[in-house]
């Protein structure tokens, strides 16, 4: 039987990343300290059949690297599954981006090819994430390039981009473009998938025109809600803390302006993980008091809430494309929960 019940295990690897594959199973991704260097190593979880407790069904060890930091995704119609990884300094032979297949009894290396160019220095792949379409894969580094990919082809559409900071990013199709969400914690860029071009920016958020805060994460909204981005406000001051959603409404033209069309207070505790239902109707979310929940995607109302679900910070979290589960990662806890009923079939 699938899980029942919230299920926590503590184990050796470092997660930095989790997602589910369009058939249900969920992928971790992290690193395993090793003498004086780090393994990194993808381990997938099949809760299909009888399972009583979290345990890897099939896991590949990646390159030992001096950094466990590690970003994925699942495509989102396929078993194959994007990993990006830390480059060494002055490694011009190293492969920042691996593409593997998840099947039934393994994880299968299918390609290895390199996104940013920069040799001077080690760099990390910190974000990975296919469109929705999965025609494009983009690739965010902490060195604040940005590279877009045909996939599978893996052909960069442009050199890799410079754009600063980047906390999140995101992918979507609009008037028939797609249209790239930058992220960093001053700014959200719209920039042009086909031609690198930035769209418009939008800039430090002020909420009831007195409260300044910086944004954490950004989501084009899904299936109802598309023609929307979804940013997370994170504030924090003496006298208030927390975390906001604010709803803007894209253009009817690639070239429009976009507006704000509402905003709401979620919780009282800033937002340290971000991530969208596949079919865009909830939102998931941890705080930095270590509790997570969800938000209804069309009122921006919490509607589940989970306090002390880790005993250390999260920065990763997802839902299954069937919202029948929640799994999240603080260092080495891996947590996943199956949602009420009353939410998973809402």
């Not at 028939?176 to 700014?187: P, R, T």
């Not at 899904?222 to 959603?245: E, P």
């Not at 929640?326 to 949602?339: E, T």
């Amino acid at each position: 039987m699938p899980l029942k019940k919230p299920n926590v295990v503590t184990g050796d690897l470092s997660i930095y990343a989790v997602d589910f594959a369009p058939d249900g199973r969920l992928v971790t991704g992290g690193g395993v300290y090793q003498d004086s260097s780090v393994q990194n190593r993808i381990d997938v979880y099949d809760f299909s059949g009888k399972v009583n407790k979290l345990s890897p069904s099939t896991s590949l060890s990646l390159e030992s690297f001096q950094c466990n930091a590690i970003s994925l995704a699942v495509h989102p119609s396929s078993s194959m599954l994007a990993v990006g990884l830390s480059v060494p300094q002055s490694s011009s032979a190293a492969k920042d981006c691996k593409i593997l297949d998840i099947t039934e009894t393994s994880i299968v290396p299918r390609l290895a090819v390199r996104t940013n160019s920069n040799s001077d220095h080690q760099y990390t792949q910190i974000i990975t994430r296919f469109s929705a379409s999965g025609k494009h894969l983009i690739a965010g580094f902490d060195d604040g390039k940005l590279a877009v990919l045909r996939y599978p082809s893996m052909a960069g559409m442009f050199p890799p981009l410079t754009v600063g900071e980047i906390l999140d990013l995101d992918v979507q199709t609009h008037c028939n473009e797609e249209l790239l969400a930058v992220a960093s914690s001053k700014a959200i860029q719209l920039i042009n998938v086909r031609t690198g071009a930035t769209i418009e920016v939008i800039e430090s958020p002020m909420l009831n025109h007195t409260t300044a805060g910086t944004f954490a994460a950004c989501s084009f909204g899904r299936m109802n809600h598309r023609g929307y981005l979804y940013t997370v406000i994170n504030v924090r001051s003496k006298n208030k803390s927390g975390a906001f959603i604010c709803l803007w409404k894209l253009g009817k033209r690639i070239h429009s302006s976009i507006r704000q069309d509402k905003s709401a207070s979620v919780t009282r505790s800033p937002i340290t993980a971000f991530n969208m239902s596949a079919d865009g109707s909830l939102i998931a979310f941890a705080c930095e008091d270590l509790s997570l929940g969800l938000i209804d995607a069309s009122t921006l109302q919490p509607i589940y809430r989970v306090r002390n679900a880790h005993t250390s910070p999260i920065f990763t979290i997802s839902l299954s494309m069937d919202k029948d589960y929640i799994a999240s990662a603080a260092g080495k806890q891996l947590r996943v929960a199956p949602l009420p009923k009353s939410i998973s079939t809402g």
